[in-house]
């Protein structure tokens, strides 16, 4: 089926309210959430991952949260299979998909309908491995000399990027094209960034690892950890239970696991907002404004 009313996707950087504004957003378009961030995807990754509770729901339908176990693996071309199934069933019944997250490359997914290049296990592993001992710039130099193209758009830092990109050249021989949209959506589609100022979205940050703390998220990693998420790929390097599980290995002690969880969570705010902030289709909004959920539904028509 068709989808023909547009997908309403509220994007921004963490922090900045896009789940409690997707619910009301949902709730003023007989509408159902769909989750956009990976590591929401996780069944018992819920405090770290700000994910909505229950009570915060209002007895919206949120879709794709805890459909994986921390033994898989959360990969793009795996969300935009079920994603695209969510999507196609919620036309079917004639409500509205608000997708909310901040994993950019999964909502691209979504909303472009991109081409998920190849995966090979083994080439990955060897890379991460030199990854390891090399280190990202290293592999970003060496991506620059295969795919000039892809180490331009790609930071020398990002050597998850770095890894997949290389991955892709080397498992297909071509180039790794999943950059910038080329303008056209796959499915009709509304975009609204939430926009926070940098002093004020970095106290929410802080304020948001506190309470998570607060909360136990060092309760629910130790939990989580005796379930084998240290030897995942994938889930043990979510911000908070990385830096917890190198205080449980003593690496850290907890006031430093803190700190540079909110250090870290901060820079990774600021390159979600890059991310987003290079789409030209996003709508940017302020993320206080008290009209906020009106104004978005105005925009999805």
Known sequence: MAIEDPVVAIVGPT?????????????LLRGEVVNADAFQLYRGMDLGTAKPTADERRGVPHHLLDVLSIDQDATVAGYQRRAAAVLTDIAARGRRAVLAGGSGLYVRAVLDGLEI????????????????????????????????????????????????????????????????????????????????PRDVLDRRIAARVERMWRDGLVEE??????AGLRTTRTAARALGYAQILRMLAGELNEQEAKADTIASTRRFARRQESWFRRDPRVTWLPFDALDLPQRVVALAG
């Open 15 to 27: 922090a900045s309210g896009k789940s409690a504004l997707a619910i009301d957003v949902a709730g």
């Open 221 to 226: 990693v130790r939990a989580l950890e005796r």
């Open 117 to 196: 290049p190849p995966t090979d296990r083994a080439v990955r592993d060897r890379l991460e491995g030199e990854l390891a001992r090399l280190g990202a710039p290293a592999l970003h130099a060496r991506l620059a000399s295969r795919d000039p193209a892809a180490a331009s758009a790609i930071l020398a830092s990002n050597g998850r990027r770095v890894v997949r990109a290389l991955e892709v050249n080397e498992v297909t021989g071509g180039p790794f094209r999943a950059t910038l949209p080329n303008g056209a959506y796959a499915v009709p589609a509304v975009q609204v960034g939430l926009a926070v």
